[in-house]
């Protein structure tokens, strides 16, 4: 069974610049959740997708940032325009239950000089 | 704000010693977590608790929950290099939506 995974891997941009995150859950997940590390610090969430809806979307930090989870499967989430404080690894992850045993993608790390 | 709260920061013990971490949380829980990550992979799921359950075990690892401390420990015996990462407790409140991660235990297990 394929797992979470995240795509890129690894993002550098500049400042003000544009990026799109993409995540591929499991199959037949409905949940899907995206959430940030900062510097070692704790993992924070952004938002929670219930099949194609939003669940939460309150820790997304501001309007720069925008997801999207196209007919209930895939999951984009877009900075624009990118901040030096944006940068951090995002993990994306799915589950058949709300909140309950997440099955986490690698993470995308971004770096925004 | 930060459900849950591991503690210690970090933790290093010798291979074959038990390892013993806390999670400390602040309102009232559905159930709580525990995920370990290693270095630059994504976490995994260990082991999850109920707010009626008061201990649980899976192998080698004995997660134990106490509602009225608000607060949960997490041992691992017998470990082995391969244990060596970072574990972190996620709680899901009674009162909020959002499953929340605290900021971890990074455990290193000397061979």
């Known amino acids: 069974e394929a797992g979470v995974t995240q795509f890129p891997s690894h993002s550098v941009i500049e400042k003000g610049q544009t990026v799109t995150l993409r995540c591929d859950p499991i199959s037949g997940h409905d949940n899907l959740y995206w959430y940030r590390r900062v510097m070692g610090k704790e993992i924070k969430f952004l938002l929670h997708f219930v099949k194609e809806s939003k669940q939460d979307e309150s820790g997304m930090p501001n309007n720069r940032f925008l997801a999207e989870r196209t007919g209930g499967t895939y999951s984009t989430l877009k900075v624009q325009p990118a901040e030096l404080e944006d940068s951090g690894v995002y993990f994306c992850?799915?589950?058949?239950?709300?909140?309950?045993?997440?099955?986490f993608g690698s993470g995308t790390q971004l770096s925004v000089l | 704000s930060q459900q849950g709260e591991e503690d210690p920061q970090a933790l290093s013990i010798q291979e074959g010693e038990n390892a013993t971490m806390n999670c400390s949380y602040k309102?009232?829980?559905?159930?709580l977590q525990w995920y370990r990550q290693n270095s630059g992979r994504g976490l995994v799921h260990l082991i999850l608790?109920?707010?009626?359950?008061r201990e649980k075990h899976s192998g080698r690892l004995r997660v134990t929950l106490d509602t009225s401390k608000k607060s949960s420990s997490l041992l691992i015996t017998a470990s082995r290099a391969a244990d060596t990462a970072s574990y972190f407790c996620a709680t899901d409140p009674r009162d909020d939506y959002k499953l929340s991660f605290g900021a971890g235990t990074t455990v290193t297990v000397r061979a």
């Open positions: 992850a799915s589950s058949p239950l709300a909140n309950e045993k997440l099955f």
């Open positions: 608790i109920r707010s009626n359950e």
């Open positions: 309102t009232s829980i559905n159930n």
